[in-house]
Structures are given as C-alpha cells and as structure tokens.
C-alpha cells in the first residue's frame, strides 16, 4: 500500500456538534466493548464465592474501579441516547439541521444527567437492597 | 431474489458481503438494548452496594437469570457488530483486517459460552461455603 500525501483535514475542518458527537458515539462504543471482559470478571466473582466476590467489591470499590465505573457508565448513557437519535434517523426522521443541532444538545444533557442521577442514587442507597 | 444480472454474478463482480444483515441486527440488537440496558445498570448498582448472597439471592431467580443472559448475549453481538465495522474503517492491511476480525469474533464467543455457564451455574447452585 503506497503512502500518498492527503489534504489536511483532521487539521483543518473546524469541529461541529454533528461529528464531534458522531465520534463520541463510536469511541464510547469502543470502550464499553472494552468494558465486556470486566461485566465477565463481575460475574465470575459471584460464581466464585463470598472470598472472590469480596475481592471483586474491593477492586471496584477502589479508586480506579470507581472511576472505571464512572466513565463507562456516562460512556453507556451517551451511547443509548446518541443511539436512540440513531434510530430516530433510522425511519426518516429529525434530519433538519435544527433538529440535528436540537437532539444533539438533548442528547449530551441527558447523558449528564442520566449519569449524575445513577450515581446519586447509588450513593444515596448504600446497602438498601 | 437477487437483483444481480447473471452475468455479473458470473465475473465476480460486486460486494462478496453482506451489509443488509449486518445493519438489521445492528438496529435489532439497539432496540434490545434499550431495555436490557436500563435494567443491566439498574441490577448492578443495587446489587453492588450488597454482599455475596444479595448477588445469589438474585441471580437465583429464572427472571433475573434469563434476563442476564439475555443482556450478555445481546451485548456480545451488538460490541462485535460495532468493532467489526470500526476494524473495517480503520485497518487497512487486508491480513491484519482479517485476522483481528476472526480474532475478535472467538474472543466474544468464548467470553459468551463462559458467562453464560457462569449464570447457569449460579442459577442451578445451592450453596455457597
């Protein structure tokens, strides 16, 4: 494969909310795809036995586990909204440019707040299940 | 019924690929997702804040059991689906394209066949030491 000079591009062509959130929508898919082999060792611990599944706690009670935890669950919100405004696409709907712009901002919101709600409520009910 | 004149089908031409399947199931396993999604994170944050047996306690229920599986099983597919096309886009070496897509694909099967017997076995167990 010869390697010719392109165009800049990446470089040069000013960032919008359309590819900016068509990006984030593909790396957020690739780091829950990242996140599989962790949903495994969750389930592992459990198959495994109190001894195991207290160490599994420990590492995801851990500082890098919780930040794990955090990025893959605004990671997870982000990808289903941004999905669900896929599928809206999908059947032929809300291509206007406003309405892109509309639901691209409605989608970030809702991934924030869908986030910051799960993790409240997590802290919040410690212990209550 | 295949829209191919005879004759191109004879010389070879066109896509040697399916790309129709390819986006039915993305969609299909999207909508899926949805759902199983929502519940997936619900589950994880009320059973992380418990102990062992929170976790078997749930686990044992055929509800909770087969929707687990059914998340892992959707997600497995919906993360292939999604890296085979970001391997598709960004890996242009033909043997390194190939060869990280079969690579990719008996990872996830194999990921699947344990959690999913990791499940039964909870499903099916007794007691815990």
Not at chain 1, 86 to 107: K, N
Request: include cysteine.
């Amino acid at each position: 494969m010869i390697n010719r000079p392109i165009s800049p591009h990446l470089q040069v062509y000013q960032p919008q909310l359309t590819s900016v959130l068509s990006i984030l929508h593909r790396m957020t898919g690739v780091v829950l795809g990242l996140g599989i082999p962790f949903l495994v060792y969750w389930i592992w611990t459990i198959s495994q036995g109190p001894a195991e599944y207290a160490s599994g706690r420990e590492f995801f009670g851990s500082l890098i586990g919780r930040t794990l935890l955090f990025g893959w669950t605004f990671c997870f919100f982000y990808h289903l909204n941004n999905g669900v405004r896929h599928l809206f696409w999908d059947i032929g709907r809300g291509f206007e440019l406003v309405d892109v712009y509309r639901s691209g901002w409605l989608v970030v919101a809702a991934a924030v707040v869908m986030t910051l709600a799960t993790w409240i409520f997590a802290y919040a009910g410690r212990g209550a299940m | 019924m295949s829209l191919r004149s005879p004759l191109s089908r004879v010389l070879g031409l066109g896509s040697a690929k399916e790309g129709v399947s390819h986006w039915w199931w993305q969609r299909i396993t999207s909508i899926a997702l949805v759902p199983l999604g929502v519940w997936f994170i619900y589950s994880v944050v009320r059973l992380l804040s418990g102990d062992h047996s929170t976790s078997i306690q749930w686990l044992r229920s055929p509800v909770q059991a087969s929707l687990l599986i059914s998340f892992s099983v959707t997600v497995f597919w919906h993360a292939f689906l999604g890296l085979q096309v970001v391997i598709e886009d960004y890996v242009h070496a033909e043997w390194l394209k190939v060869t990280s897509l079969m690579v990719l694909k008996m990872l996830l099967a194999l990921l699947l066949v344990v959690t999913v017997l990791m499940i039964f076995q909870i499903f099916v167990s007794s007691s815990y030491a």
